[in-house]
């Protein structure tokens, strides 16, 4: 069970376009879902919080307007990357969960890489 | 949030038992401690959990002292493919209450 599906595993893409990752539950339901950011050699980052069919909670530091999460279903959450730069060059990991008693299970998580 | 700390790094030898140590102190009454192993462009991945005492599984055992201002995680007669990074967490217990990770041990297993 827990079953969670990343996508894309990896993406390039050009400064100052825009990119979508989504982030699937597939046997389970997901009321909240959770996104992180990994530099390398660095542990994971907190990015937002999100609960089905409401707005994102972002993390101090991270801008909302540039870290589009949209969490309109139980089984699939998005974060949009827009007007990316190369600083933004990451690994994006999600975390769906919908029961808080259990550990968490990850994404396998996004290369990305802004050029 | 509980803050953990852990030691940054680990070498071990193929089939020896490897333990690693999280310290925890101002962990909540319904915290629980997670265990988590990453390997290089994966995503984390559950080991074990537990909320006192001993828990065992397949892969680990998880050994909680009666304060639970830390916890140990041991994995006996690890092989090449452990060598990983691995995170304790302390949350949950029921609430959304987000889970913040350490920075981790990085273990590194020789032949």
Known sequence: ?????????????????????????????????????????????????????????YEQGVEK???LINHASLTLSTLTVTSAHPEDSSFYICSPTGDYNSPLHFGNGTRLTVT | ????????SMDSYEGQEVNITCSHNNIATNDYITWYQQFPSQGPRFIIQGYKTKVTNEVASLFI????????????????????????????GGSARQLTFGSGTQLTVLP
Not at chain 1, 7 to 26: A, D, N, Q, Y
């Open chain 1, 1 to 57: 069970g827990a079953v969670v599906s990343q996508h894309p595993s990896w993406v390039i893409c050009k400064s100052g376009t825009s990119v979508k990752i989504e982030c699937r539950s597939l046997d389970f339901q997901a009321t909240t879902m959770f996104w992180y950011r990994q530099f390398p050699k660095q542990s994971l980052m907190l990015m937002a919080t999100s609960n089905e069919g409401s707005k994102a909670t």
């Open chain 2, 65 to 92: 002292p009666a304060d639970r201002k830390s916890s140990t995680l041991s994995l006996p007669r690890v092989s090449l493919s452990d060598t990983a990074v691995y995170y304790c967490l302390v949350g949950g």
């Open chain 1, 65 to 67: 307007d540039k870290f």
């Open chain 2, 1 to 8: 949030l509980a803050k953990t700390t852990q030691p940054i």
